[in-house]
């Protein structure tokens, strides 16, 4: 096995051996992205891996097609200011003013619900995979959750700051970051005042945003705290409160002076564990659940040379022959929502704007802009459990089609928390567009298509005789008439394979 | 040893379930191995006659549990400066003379008036955390110096399991869709479900021909049946790791929903998630599953602003809950080997905020209730007096570590310093 780290970042081309195939390609496609359709792998394996590469990263070269959210609905365009709104509520009875805010609140959780399948829908629908890829990076890194900021819209300009920054500077990401009206309430720096600190924000950007724990005193965090003090937000926007300012002189980290957020940002830059802290993030959420120290390392070199920017990270990362070897591939457990817009892009179905969608993401664990706290979503083997696993073989199917888990006309199921609902699926579709007509090579289509590798002999057979009309693993011609109800059926189970968990 | 190693094992003894490795609870394995194989019958006989057997119900209140709104303060006028709108004086359940129950609470009350209730007060720990990450991670592993990543209980299941005697206590049973951490071993896992019709693979779950088809290919695909577990995994440690929570999922979800048919509950719970919860773990006890320790979450005790009505119905859920839950055991005579704990992790500000709610806090009060312990007050209210308040915070009288320490070696009987990591002065509740 390789261990140095030059040799572990070198680029996979220059390895004569190495083999471009579906498997990488696809390898690359679920890393940088949320998978893909059998046509967007075909054409990832002609171009090779380094056109592949660049084609991801260079992602702003192709137009963003997909719409923005409107958020008109809950905008009160009778208002000229805040002040004005706010003078209104004031002039509200207090029924009145009762009934306004279930009125608003219901909107707004509304907007909410329909926010994360709007997201969902980007990851599935976007050409640009790696910019959603990413935002689901710093979603996860800058934790805030709509329970606390309470509001749509603030979460909505928190995910499209993400968006912008997607591959850019991870420093200017956190000086904006820090300007966030959602984090600004998510961690309550809003009441953050000279005299009164507040050190939730001052202490989270240490330990989990930038540095990691251990690399700080309690000192610090005080300190930091009061350079904090007085950056809150009105309305929509970012305000620095003067009055609210500590302008004394604190010592952080070793440094003196009068120093306000944006000083706090630039020495928490200035020191390695931060850089190191970043890369071991990304090659963690990209590569492995334990990349090997010296690699890390390597990586961190890079991002400080880049001047913070990403894109150098990834590319490099996207490049290595660590990232095609076996301590990579087929070694990560996928995130409940990459185990479904995987499903849905793989699959080539538009996600349903439905509630059953957010209940069956929440029964695998996760649920966007709700991370269960500000240290982030699980990751690996932490996303299973017996009660998750169920959920994972039975939920994204669900998704897909739209049809209660085991359903079929002519079985009686007994009524489950699962409503179906329309998505347009039609597996028969998919076959139809790569002229397939017998089981063998159905079942071999949608194994390479969602596990993307061997599988055992006996588990190939019991799918074989699951879509077989005489209960055999024999390769027979498809019978149109019931294929559409024995495809779900290959499906449920193929999704139902703990490989179907790895990507 | 290897899963693959154990596999071999299990097929050359001519199993035909297959047990994977120390994961999987012991339970399980003794179910799997008397199904499948007779000459493991001893290690099944072995486990039965455990109907004396000791269980633990821990629920978790999370978000930060009001304590002063929980065990009142009595004609305490320290209490009512720092509470101007939210002190409760009215209609009180009184403890003592100088400390009540909330007056939602009539069920635990009855209970603590027949001795079968502990109070222990003033729980916390030192340099206290008000981060609900951080505070309810040092109450579930037990360890408020280290980031530790197992559990108080889950290293009490790790201390169980090592060593020559294979029949040793069973994992914890979570109801919920997560994984406690209190729960998680270095080598156990716990089980969690939902509901018991939510814990089985639901594509396969009807009972015609159709569906049991479908179920025979599901088990084969997981590597559960005979016929395909041949153990290759190409070395891949995470498959190998899917595959054996895919094969405790189908085996303790047969016993869950077996075992939850076949009991009753004699008692009639709220319909709330505490209600369903802990009817299920009625059930589940009185049915005779080893398993020893029960886990229920609960949330929404997070009540920043407008508390009163929030907290009013959170307190008369609990105790409608409990009560029940305590009722239906003494009607089946299971009172007597059930330890219920209730912890939240921290309690809230002495003083109210500006939008009638409280802030995070410090400590609170913990119940204990069963039929086999002492009940009353235990350990001493701390004082509300302003002088003696660390940054407007109860300081705490009881390390919650010396009421883990009386659970572990009083009622489960484990060495509770290899446990806590060193010896606390157990409180002792439990009626020798």
Known sequence: MIQNAAELLEPIWSDPTFQWNWRMASHLMNRAGFGGSAAEIDRLVQMGPQASVNHLINYRAMPDTLPALEFSSLSHPQFQSLREHRRFIQSLSRPEKREYFQLYNAANFAKMQEMRCWWINRMVQTPRPLEEKMTLFWHGLFVSAFSMVNSSYHMYLQNQLFRQFATGSAKELTVAVSRDPAMLRYLNNNQNRKGHPNENYARELMELFTMGIGNYTEEDVRESARAWTGWTFLGDTFVFRAKQHDFGRKTFLGETGDFDGRDIVNIIFSKPATATHFATKLATFFGSDNPPPQLVQALAQTLRQANWHVDAVLKTLFSSRWFYSDQVVRRKIKSPIELVTGALRALQTPVANSPSVLAGMTSMGQQLFEAPNVGGWPHGRGWINTSTLYARYAVPLYIVAGRPPGNHPSAMMARTQFSPFETGFSPERLLAERNISTTAAAVDFFVDLLIQDQIEPKKREALLRCISNSNTAHDEALNMGTAHWKLLNLLELVMAMPEYQLC | ?432
């Open chain 2, 1 to 432: 040893m290897d899963s693959l190693h154990t596999r071999r094992i299990f097929l050359s003894r001519g199993l035909t379930v297959l047990s994977a490795a120390a994961t999987l609870p012991l339970f399980v394995q003794r179910t799997a191995f008397a199904m499948n194989n007779p000459h493991d019958l001893p290690l099944t006989q072995a486990a039965a006659g455990r109907g004396d057997s000791r269980v633990l119900v821990v629920i978790q209140m999370g978000g930060g549990n009001d304590g002063l709104s929980t065990v009142i303060p009595v004609d305490n006028d320290d209490y009512r400066r720092a509470r101007p709108r939210l002190a409760i004086t009215q209609n009180l359940l009184p403890l003592d003379k100088t400390l009540a129950l909330h007056p939602a609470m009539k069920g635990l009350k009855s209970l603590y008036d027949d001795g079968r209730m502990g109070v222990v007060l003033g729980v916390g720990y030192p340099n206290p955390n008000r981060s609900h990450f951080r505070s309810m991670a040092i109450w579930q592993t037990g360890q408020p110096a280290i980031n530790g990543n197992s559990g108080w209980l889950g290293r009490y299941f790790d201390a169980q399991c090592c060593g020559a005697d294979p029949v040793k206590p069973d994992a914890g049973i979570s109801i919920g869709p997560l994984s406690p951490l209190t729960l998680k071993g270095d080598k156990f896992q716990p089980i969690s479900f939902q509901t018991p019709e939510l814990f089985q693979w639901l594509p396969g779950r009807g009972k015609d021909a159709y569906h049991r088809h479908l179920h025979a290919a599901y088990e084969t695909v997981n590597g559960i049946n005979h016929a395909a577990a041949t153990g290759i995994s190409g070395g891949n440690p995470e498959l190998d790791f899917l595959e054996r929570t895919a094969l405790d999922a189908e085996v303790s979800g047969v016993e869950v929903r077996n075992a939850v048919g076949r009991a009753q509950n004699h008692a009639s719970y709220p319909p709330s998630e505490l209600g369903k919860s802990l009817s299920l773990v009625a059930k589940m006890i009185a049915a005779e599953l080893p398993t020893r320790v029960y886990y229920v979450s609960i949330g929404g005790f997070d009540t920043h602003a407008q508390q009163q009505k929030r907290h009013d119905n959170l307190m008369a859920d609990l105790s409608a809950g409990l009560a029940a839950f305590m009722a239906d055991l003494k009607a089946q005579n299971l009172e007597d080997r059930t330890l219920v704990m209730t912890f939240s992790e921290f309690g809230r500000r002495v003083a109210e905020n500006a939008s009638q709610g409280t802030d995070h806090g410090t400590a609170a009060p913990m119940f204990l209730l069963g039929g086999g312990i002492h009940g009353g007050l235990i350990g001493r209210q701390p004082s509300l007096a302003p002088a003696d308040l660390q940054m407007g915070d109860l300081k705490f009288s009881t390390d919650f570590r010396t009421v883990y320490a009386g659970i572990l070696s009083e009622w489960l009987k484990a060495d509770s310093a290899s446990v806590l990591g060193k010896k606390f002065n157990a409180i002792d509740f439990v009626k020798s």
